[in-house]
């Protein structure tokens, strides 16, 4: 069998241009710091990195999810905190004057009401850190009380925001201000309202004020608790963002390992397989050049 020069040409070019194709290969897995850097060099590994960093792709929107439910929560949690005190103080100061008091002192019970109402309306009109309006259900871009004559009327409605905390939990983050301030129809708007009301005129009699002071007390304690359980129930939807965030966090580092067991490159291996590549080259690039300077006349004495 013959073998011509063009063909041992060819052949050991070939040769030479593979090695030199592997070890370039190796040269950039060690520059990446990755094993796989196509598909086709591990096409299972290649498949694996890709569903684990679909997952962790979900994993982190979750994570960001549950921040901006915290910020939601957070500021909902202060202004009902806010609430609570400010009825509570109210009550504290009705319940100091439940008794008999003086014309000066309805007057000056009257003007502590008007102030705290002023100050009720707006923490019910308060807004998020993302200049939405806490209490107004979806109608968030617009003022949900109006203050009245009768205290204040809602204008936004009764829907709750959800949003997706982990794969299978979607949390309402937001109150609406019907189910705080008038709830179960105690509007306590219309309590201090009324209060204020009969205060105000000259006609009403000892027993006038004291029934009024006694039911707005009543009204309070209604709302004291209605804000209270409102705020638990906030409190422990924190809590359970807490548990998510360690667990979420707990996944990404199994994630990252996994991804990194299947794709990170082991540079004792790498930087083995290189020297080996390198002496192989160098080996064919020597025989080629022997090869190829072979001549009929290197035998003729």
Same mark, same amino acid.
């Given at each position: 069998?013959?073998?011509?020069?063009?063909?041992?040409?060819?052949?050991?070019?070939? @040769?030479?241009?593979?090695?030199?194709?592997?070890?370039? @290969?190796?040269?950039?897995?060690?520059?990446?710091?990755?094993?796989?850097?196509?598909?086709?060099?591990?096409?299972?590994?290649?498949?694996?990195? =890709?569903?684990?960093?679909?997952?962790?792709?979900?994993?982190?929107?979750?994570?960001?999810?549950?921040?901006?439910?915290?910020?939601?929560?957070?500021? =909902?949690?202060?202004?009902?905190?806010?609430?609570?005190?400010?009825?509570?103080?109210?009550?504290?100061?009705?319940?100091?004057?439940?008794?008999?008091?003086?014309?000066?002192?309805?007057?000056?019970?009257?003007?502590?009401?008007?102030?705290?109402?002023?100050? =009720?309306?707006?923490?019910?009109?308060?807004?998020? +850190?993302?200049?939405?309006?806490?209490? /107004?259900? $979806?109608?968030?871009?617009?003022?949900?009380?109006? +203050?009245?004559?009768?205290?204040?009327?809602?204008?936004? %409605?009764?829907?709750?925001?959800?949003?997706?905390?982990?794969?299978?939990? @979607?949390?309402?983050?937001?109150?609406?201000?019907?189910?705080? $301030?008038? /709830?179960?129809?105690? %509007?306590?708007?219309?309590?201090?309202? %009324?209060?204020?009301?009969?205060?105000?005129?000259?006609?009403?009699?000892?027993?006038?004020?004291?029934?009024?002071?006694?039911?707005?007390?009543?009204?309070?304690?209604?709302?004291?608790?209605?804000? /209270?359980?409102?705020?638990?129930?906030?409190?422990?939807?924190?809590?359970?963002?807490?548990?998510?965030?360690?667990?979420?966090?707990?996944?990404?580092?199994?994630?990252?390992?996994?991804?990194?067991? =299947?794709? %990170?490159?082991?540079?004792?291996?790498?930087?083995?397989?290189?020297?080996?590549? @390198?002496?192989?080259?160098?080996?064919?690039?020597?025989?080629?050049?022997?090869?190829?300077?072979?001549?009929?006349?290197?035998?003729?004495?």
């Amino acid at each position: 069998m013959r073998i011509s020069t063009n063909t041992l040409y060819q052949t050991a070019i070939s @040769k030479i241009s593979e090695l030199q194709a592997e070890q370039s @290969k190796i040269q950039q897995q060690i520059a990446s710091e990755k094993r796989v850097l196509t598909p086709s060099d591990d096409p299972i590994a290649a498949s694996r990195v =890709l569903s684990i960093s679909s997952s962790e792709s979900q994993n982190a929107q979750f994570a960001r999810n549950r921040q901006i439910a915290e910020t939601h929560l957070t500021g =909902l949690d202060t202004s009902l905190g806010s609430i609570t005190e400010l009825l509570t103080s109210t009550r504290t100061t009705l319940v100091g004057n439940a008794g008999t008091i003086t014309a000066d002192q309805r007057t000056a019970l009257s003007t502590t009401l008007k102030a705290s109402l002023t100050t =009720l309306v707006g923490f019910a009109n308060g807004k998020d +850190a993302f200049g939405n309006y806490t209490y /107004a259900g $979806f109608q968030n871009d617009a003022a949900p009380f109006t +203050a009245t004559a009768a205290g204040a009327t809602y204008n936004g %409605d009764s829907n709750q925001q959800f949003i997706q905390i982990d794969n299978q939990r @979607k949390m309402p983050i937001n109150i609406t201000g019907d189910s705080v $301030f008038q /709830a179960g129809g105690n %509007d306590i708007f219309a309590t201090y309202s %009324d209060l204020i009301t009969v205060l105000d005129n000259p006609a009403s009699t000892d027993t006038d004020v004291s029934n009024a002071v006694a039911t707005a007390i009543t009204s309070m304690d209604s709302a004291v608790s209605t804000a /209270a359980t409102a705020r638990s129930l906030v409190g422990s939807k924190l809590n359970e963002i807490d548990a998510l965030n360690e667990s979420g966090d707990s996944r990404s580092l199994q994630y990252a390992q996994a991804i990194s067991e =299947l794709q %990170d490159l082991d540079y004792a291996q790498a930087l083995s397989d290189l020297s080996q590549k @390198k002496v192989i080259l160098e080996a064919a690039q020597q025989s080629f050049v022997q090869t190829t300077g072979l001549s009929l006349f290197n035998y003729i004495r």
